[in-house]
């Protein structure tokens, strides 16, 4: 897979992330929106990763780092370029990332129903974590 290239996103990648999300991410956050992605890149210009293969955006994963969690979102990965090995450089790539920030364990928001993934993260050694669910609440209209 030498032809792959992992980078972390710039501001002018956005759109390109955001278009990609649609054709190879399942579901949607909150979030998932131009000013979403932006605060993301200003906070923290590393966090989102890019797999590029002859130029092409083929995968992405965002390697959140608060200073205590490494917390992985939306790993996706072009239907043309899955089993492929990408999803798991980027997994590598952000693996990385936290050990050299400090960190001890990757937390992974993966859809309950999203099967292909399930099969992903299991191969890179993740597991579900069955006594935690996740409780959210938006903050809209504030």
């Known amino acids: ?5 992992i980078r972390s996103a710039a501001p002018t990648d956005l759109d390109a992330v955001l278009a990609f999300w649609k054709v190879a991410a399942e ?4 979030s998932d929106d131009r000013a979403g992605v932006e605060r993301l890149v200003a906070r923290d ?11 092409e955006l083929v995968g992405t994963v965002i390697a959140g780092w608060d200073g205590w969690r490494a ?5 996706a990965v072009h239907p043309d370029a899955r089993r492929q090995g990408v999803g798991s ?17 990757g937390d992974a ?16 050694g993740y597991a579900p974590q069955p006594e935690w669910s996740r409780w959210v ?4 209209g504030r």
């Open 1 to 5: 897979m030498n032809d792959l290239r």
């Open 27 to 30: 579901g949607t956050s909150i």
């Open 45 to 55: 210009p590393e966090a989102l990763l890019l797999a590029e293969r002859d130029g």
């Open 71 to 75: 917390s992985l979102y939306r790993l």
């Open 89 to 105: 450089a980027l997994l590598t790539a952000a693996e990385e990332r936290f050990v050299a920030l400090g960190g001890r364990r």
């Open 109 to 124: 928001m993966v859809l309950d129903e999203n099967e292909l993934a399930h099969h992903a993260w299991k191969a890179a």
């Open 137 to 140: 609440k938006p903050f809209t």
